[in-house]
């Protein structure tokens, strides 16, 4: 298992739009991720779970990824964060 800490740098005026790419870029994944934010922690892949989260710019997650490509999901998933 992977885990690590990202601050959100995306554009949070283009609505569910982030959120959408963020759980296409994790469903391309065999592993499993989690995104923990206020002690609440939901699957990566799912976009009623990802909306629940209500991430906006400038906030800190955890992304936990645990199977085979774990490290390539997680920096995937701090490229598309981060807005790299």
Do not use: W
Request: proline letters at 1%; a negative charge.
């Amino acid at each position: 298992m992977v885990a690590k800490k990202i601050n959100i740098n995306i554009d949070s005026n283009q609505g569910a739009r982030p959120v959408a790419l963020l759980v296409q870029v994790a469903s391309r994944f065999e592993c499993h991720i989690d995104v923990e934010h206020d002690d609440k922690k939901v699957n990566a892949k799912s976009i009623m779970g990802m909306m629940s989260l209500g991430l906006t710019e400038g906030e800190e997650v955890t992304i936990y990824a645990d199977g085979d490509d774990e490290t390539e999901a997680i920096n995937d998933i701090e490229k598309c964060l981060c807005g790299v």
